[in-house]
């Protein structure tokens, strides 16, 4: 299994940025696409999570209404579309997928740690 994160880089506050991950060797669809980031000497921080179907979708709240995660089954790739970028947003991103559950319970599920793999990371930086 394979998760290949992309498209970070540096950008001014306020401005917006759009990460992909891209899957291979797993059933996609039958997994919840989560990403999660990590600032310098901070712990690990959920950041947003999609379920297989697309469905549902879960926020951390230092993101919510900025962000929205996506996913396309079809090209086995997942999104982060992060808009009005704050300098806090600066961190390595990873993205993760982990077994999926009814009823939306995979993206919670994801949010306390259950994942099954992770991607490696992409570097986001937010000038102020």
């Known amino acids: 299994v394979q998760l290949q994160a992309s498209g970070g880089g540096l950008v001014q506050a306020g401005e917006s940025l759009r990460l992909s991950c891209a899957a291979s060797g797993l059933t996609f669809s039958n997994y919840v696409m989560g990403w999660f980031r990590q600032a310098p000497g901070k712990e690990r921080e959920f950041v947003a999570a999609?379920?297989?179907?697309?469905?549902?979708?879960f926020y951390g709240d230092s993101v919510k209404g900025r962000f929205t995660v996506s996913r396309d089954n079809a090209k086995n790739t997942g999104n982060l579309q992060m808009n009005s970028l704050k300098p806090e947003d600066t961190a390595v991103y990873y993205c993760?997928?982990?077994?999926?559950?009814?009823?939306?319970?995979?993206?919670?599920?994801?949010?306390?740690?259950?994942?099954?793999?992770w991607g490696q990371g992409t570097q986001v930086t937010v000038s102020s």
């Open positions: 999609v379920s297989g179907s697309g469905g549902s979708t």
């Open positions: 993760a997928a982990g077994r999926d559950l009814s009823d939306a319970r995979g993206v919670l599920a994801i949010r306390r740690g259950a994942v099954d793999y």
